[in-house]
């Protein structure tokens, strides 16, 4: 009995060691790995308003939110030839951002110009998130560029100006003016009057622009109407305009509803408890409550009518 026995363990032996073999090759194979998990990009914005145009030689914006599935490796884009459209010549772009790697998140909100040797026509514009996990993340939008000649409009900030005022709208010193740039006392303090205007060439149809006061400790400057955080914003003056011709401009200074056209004279008191927002006033309290220090006074507008747009800030110090 002890011998057959002891054949018996020498017979199964070998057996136990080729059935673990054999398992820990099934563990290894490639085909039973989890599919590793892929970056996720969100909150994608091709041009300025996401309006999916580029201007040839011009200020491009990109934004975009990446969350990697252990940490990014790379983040950048490509514009290439779509295989349906024919050129002018051969063109292609590329671009890559190194100051995102090595973290879990990123707020990607890059500007970058387009080419001068860019061709006209309509691309695909693909974002591509590299995880260091091995794997890649590919995102296909579409881009359509233009020469400035060509735009159905293109809006230029033609001037901007802030200055105090008195209740009767009689200037009282200049603050900003981009006609003069570097004379310029960019302060204003407590109960003094504020006002700003805008013009802006360019355009055709429908738009708006609204003038903004931000604290700087916010953080926020928004580049699109759609961008803007009322929490955090004091709204200085709004103004629209209809049916402009083409190559027409616009002046927030003008009422073009009224017959005949009216002069605008919009003011905001340093202080004041009511911001000029339409159609009603929003309170200036909370986040955007009034006090000394560093703020942003911008320009945002949006041409409606072909969904473009532009912004413009300046810094101004508020003495309260």
């Not at 110009?113 to 590919?138: C, H, M, R, W």
């Amino acid at each position: 009995m002890r011998t057959m026995l002891s054949k018996s363990k020498f017979i199964f032996l070998p057996l136990f060691i080729l059935s673990v073999f054999f398992t820990s090759c099934d563990n290894d194979d490639p085909e039973n790995e989890e599919p590793k998990e892929t970056a996720k990009i969100t909150n994608i914005e091709i041009g300025l308003n996401n309006n999916e145009i580029g201007t040839i030689g011009k200020d491009f914006h990109f934004n975009a939110e990446v969350l990697a599935a252990t940490k990014i490796g790379s983040v950048g884009i490509k514009i290439v030839p779509r295989p349906d459209e024919t050129y002018e010549k051969a063109w292609s772009f590329e671009k890559t951002w190194p100051q995102y790697q090595n973290v879990k998140s990123a707020l990607i909100h890059e500007h970058f110009s387009i080419p001068a040797d860019a061709v006209e026509g309509k691309y695909d514009f693909i974002i591509i998130v590299k995880d260091q996990n091995g794997t890649t993340l590919e995102e296909k939008r579409a881009i359509t560029l233009y020469l400035a000649a060509n735009l159905p409009v293109d809006p230029q900030l033609f001037s901007f100006y802030a200055g105090t005022v008195d209740n009767n709208y009689k200037i009282l010193r200049e603050i900003y003016n981009t006609a003069n740039p570097d004379k310029t006392d960019l302060r204003i303090s407590k109960d003094e009057l504020l006002n700003a205007r805008a013009a802006v060439s360019g355009l055709k149809g429908d738009g708006k622009a609204v003038i903004v006061l931000i604290n700087k400790k916010h953080n926020h400057r928004p580049e699109t109407l759609e961008a803007i955080d009322y929490s955090k914003v004091i709204v200085v003056d709004v103004a629209q305009h209809v049916g402009v011709p083409a190559s027409g401009s616009f002046s927030t200074t003008t009422d073009r509803s009224t017959i005949p056209i009216t002069l605008r004279k919009p003011k905001l008191k340093i202080g004041a408890d009511i911001d000029n927002n339409t159609p009603a006033g929003n309170p200036i309290d909370g986040l955007k409550a009034w006090e000394s220090g560093q703020y942003y006074l911008g320009i945002i507008y949006k041409n409606t009518t072909y969904n473009m747009g532009l912004f413009e800030y300046i810094n101004l110090q508020i003495e309260y």
